[in-house]
């Protein structure tokens, strides 16, 4: 089964057993979303704060003492669970292990993840940090793991 990442369980909220969420995807996190701790498979049923500092309680989990054993944990969902990405979005796990090339057919590297940044998400391509935007990035294949990107955009020299 493939998964993805929705977060991880940060520090407990309150007494009855909501907590904080860290590093937070919150269209992967829906009140009555089912979640992926552990071995453990946990349903939603409390969501407050906001989409970049959600606050969950799950059922089952009904004190501090139970978020508390929690914290640190990857909250993951099932890819089949998650709800379909408007055109031109893609998840991070997909966009890992991609090879990069300019638009002039230099390979740059392989992108290790993908981290947000203020002001947009980055790619990592080795030292190279490729914003995810349309004048950056051209075209993404996930079928091919393929992303061309623009060399003068990015001010590589040309070949």
Avoid: K, N
């Amino acid at each position: 089964m493939s998964l993805l990442s929705a977060g991880r369980v940060g520090r407990p909220h309150g007494l009855d057993g909501s907590f904080h969420v860290t590093r937070p995807r919150g269209i992967l996190l829906p009140l009555g979303g089912v979640l992926r701790i552990g071995s453990d498979v946990h349903e939603i049923v409390r969501r407050a704060g906001t989409e970049e500092r959600p606050i969950l309680r799950l059922r089952g989990i009904d004190d501090r003492a139970g978020a508390e054993a929690l914290r640190g944990a990857d909250m993951l969902v099932a890819r089949a669970d998650a709800p379909p990405l408007p055109p031109g979005e893609y998840w991070a796990e997909d966009l890992a292990g991609c090879v990069v090339l300019t638009d002039d057919g230099r390979e740059l590297g392989v992108v290790a993840r993908m981290r947000p940044l203020p002001s947009c998400e980055v790619l990592e391509v080795g030292d190279l940090l490729v914003p995810m935007v349309g004048d950056a990035v051209l075209s993404v294949d996930i079928a091919t793991r393929r992303i061309v990107v623009d060399h003068v955009f990015l001010g590589i020299e040309a070949s």
